[in-house]
Every structure is written in structure tokens, then in C-alpha cells.
């Protein structure tokens, strides 16, 4: 009685078979495309901001997109979205924080004035790119004099807080505001150290 042979492989074939290949892991979310808008936004400006062109920094296929999105101006939307909770929520959230501390107007505005300037947490490109942006846009335009608005209602409450009559801590807060905008917008050629130095001097003219 003979043996039965064993099954013999085509080692050819299995070694000349394509690999299927490994699909990626990455799946990406409605954040993932809000952060490709915000960099290109800031690096190029609004007219960068096409589906084709932010798909093909993120590697992916345009139908990704409309996962997340219905339209690019939903994305433009969220995009305004995320500007005014990143350039807004840090400097209202040191305010808050120092008055809970039970910390002086001039505590609560050197507060303010850290997180705007030194802490990292605002962003003035953003700011800028917006800006620029909104000259082009009556609606971004309106979303932009809003958030003007309530930075300078808290910065006029802390004037208000140090005695001032309801005009005067407004004129101050305007003041105060255009001052730091003014910095921003003329791209100061100054370090921090230098602007650490002169801080005490601001804040005797700013605060009076």
C-alpha cells in the first residue's frame, strides 16, 4: 500500500501572488480637516482653502471630506468656530480665574494681558488671518467686530471695576485693545524680553 503524498505547494506561485496591501489605520475627523483649514488659512489665506487642495495635504480622497461637511461654507463656518474658542476662550478664562482668586482690576488685567501676549495661548497669526479674510466677507466681517466687542466689554468691565465712568472705561478699554491689535498688526520686530521690560510702563499708561 502505497503512501499518500503530501500536498505539494506551488512555491512559485505563492511567492510571485501581489500582497494586498494594508489599509491605514487613520481615520480622520471632522477636527483633522478644521485643523488643515486653520494652517492653510494662516499660511495662505482664504482663497487656499479649497476641498481638492486641503484632501491632498491630509493624503486622502475628496469624498472624505463630505463625511463631515455638506458644503465648504459649513467648513468655513466651523473654522470661524474654532478661531473664536481658541483666540477668545483663554484670555475670558484668565479673567475669570483671577477674579474667582479675588485678585485687584489691575490683577485681573495683567491676567488678561498673560494670555494674550505671553502664555501662548492666543494666537496672533489666526487673529490676522481672519481679519484678512473678513475684508472680503460682510458675514466673517460681522463675526469679527462681535468678538471685537466682547474683548473690549471685558476689558472695559475691569476699567469700570477701577473707577472709571461707563464712557471713560470704554475709551480705555478701546484704547488698550487697539494698542495690542496695533502690535499685531504692524508685526513688531520685538522679543518678549523686551516686551516683559516695557510691560510696567504699559500698564502705567494704559491703566492710568
Known sequence: MSKARAPVSNAVGEATRPRRRARS????????????????????G????KVELLAKALKV????????FRTRDELFVALLDDWEVRNNDPIFAAVAKARD???????????LWNAWVYDGLYDPAYDA???AWSRGSAAVKERVKAVD?????????????????????????????????????????????????????????LLG
Open 129 to 131: 488671518a481672519v481679519r
Open 149 to 205: 466687542e466682547r474683548r473690549i466689554g471685558l476689558m472695559k468691565e475691569i476699567y469700570a471695576d477701577l473707577g472709571y465712568d461707563a464712557d471713560r472705561a470704554f475709551i480705555r478699554a478701546r484704547v488698550a485693545y487697539f494698542h495690542q491689535i496695533g502690535y499685531e498688526a504692524l508685526d513688531i520686530s520685538e522679543s518678549l524680553e523686551q516686551r516683559r521690560k516695557f510691560s510696567p510702563l504699559y500698564f502705567e499708561i
Open 61 to 68: 480622497t475628496v469624498g472624505s471630506f463630505y463625511h463631515h
Open 25 to 44: 489605520s487613520r481615520v480622520l475627523g471632522r477636527d483633522d480637516w478644521i485643523a488643515a483649514a486653520r494652517v492653510a488659512l494662516i499660511a495662505s
Open 101 to 111: 482668586a479675588g485678585l485687584s482690576p489691575v490683577g485681573q488685567f495683567e491676567a
Open 46 to 49: 482664504i482663497e487656499s482653502l
